[in-house]
């Protein structure tokens, strides 16, 4: 239902093998896609990852720190370079306006789209973005002001009673179809009601993603109704405790103790500092989370691929 392509990992600078925060999430049933964040480079990487500029439906900007941002002009000159004429909704702090008018103005662009932007501190309710998605902003704890944003994939799905109409003797075939297409129809002298025939199943799937916070606790009221939270995780906690609170960011330890009280069932960490992009730094995260915390959890690399289904059960993509 919903499909994620992480598209950077690292948190402040990128590395050799991990480019600065930027996250796409596919509507897994059509080509609609939302990305959060969009640091230096990110377009490489979309490019890299064969998503289009083109169905990418809203950008979601967490905060104005420059690993979060810098790749976002380049990104939508590109996308009018190739021809995109939809408008496109950015979800941002109202700084990213400003910034992207004052680019625009300064180095004669001229983007052939409208932008839609929304300001996150406006953004009291829920934003409908297509029939199937909708953003909710949740505000979050950092050195400038820092938002979450629930990604929403909700569906309809019909579904034929076929055991009532197997127990009224009814054949397989035309009759089935048309109830099926809601036509109500004429059966042994009988009219079968296509509404009487036809259940209609809410499939949902709600998954968090968390910009720069440290404060997981923020989240706790919309926690409890999502299956899945993406959340950074810059350091182990011994090294949070070094380097000390003013960077505001969260330890392995603080969101996996989080994850554990909310009975959440899925996390996946990413904006890991550096020094823990390692095989050895890499593995203390993940100690660190498992001793804290029961649930599915995963460390996400640049373009791992995971697929949330509507039972809330999230599952790793193998690359081809
Ligand atoms: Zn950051
Ligand atoms: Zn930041």
Redesign the pocket.
């Known amino acids: 239902m919903l499909h994620f392509t992480f598209l950077g990992t690292s948190?402040?600078v990128p590395t050799l093998t991990r480019n600065?925060?930027a996250l796409a999430i596919r509507n897994s049933k059509n080509k609609d896609w939302i990305l959060v964040d969009a640091g230096e480079g990110t377009q490489h990487r979309i490019q890299q990852a064969k998503l289009s500029l083109q169905s990418l439906v809203a950008i979601c900007i967490t905060h104005v720190?420059g690993?979060?941002c810098y790749g976002l002009v380049g990104l939508l000159a590109s996308a009018g370079m190739n021809a995109r004429n939809a408008p496109l909704t950015i979800i941002a702090p109202k700084e990213i306006q400003q910034w992207i008018e004052a680019t625009a103005q300064l180095t004669d662009l001229h983007l052939p789209y409208s932008l839609n932007f929304i300001d996150v501190n406006q953004a009291t309710q829920i934003l409908r973005i297509t029939d199937e998605l909708s953003i909710r902003v949740h505000p979050l704890s950092h050195r400038v002001p820092s938002f979450a944003f629930s990604i929403i994939a909700q569906y309809t799905q019909k579904k034929l009673d076929t055991q009532a109409l197997i127990q009224l003797g009814v054949p397989k075939g035309k009759v089935w179809g048309d109830l099926q297409q809601g036509l109500d129809v004429q059966f042994n002298e009988q009219t079968l009601k296509a509404v009487d025939f036809i259940q209609i199943k809410m499939q949902r799937a709600h998954a968090i993603v968390g910009g720069?916070n440290d404060r997981p606790e923020l989240l706790a009221q919309a926690c409890q109704d999502a299956q899945l939270l993406i959340h950074?995780s810059t350091y182990t906690q011994a090294i949070l405790d070094k380097v000390g609170s003013g960077p505001m960011h969260s330890s392995a330890k603080m969101v996996a103790e989080f994850a554990q009280q909310q009975g959440l069932s899925n996390l996946i960490l990413t904006?890991f500092s550096p020094r823990h992009q390692d095989n050895a730094g890499q593995q203390a995260i993940a100690e660190e989370i498992r001793q804290f915390y029961q649930g599915n959890f995963f460390l996400a690399h640049d373009f791992d691929q995971f697929g949330l289904d509507e039972t809330g059960r999230l599952s790793k993509i193998d690359k081809p």
């Open positions: 948190s402040g600065v925060s720190h690993d979060h720069d950074e904006h």
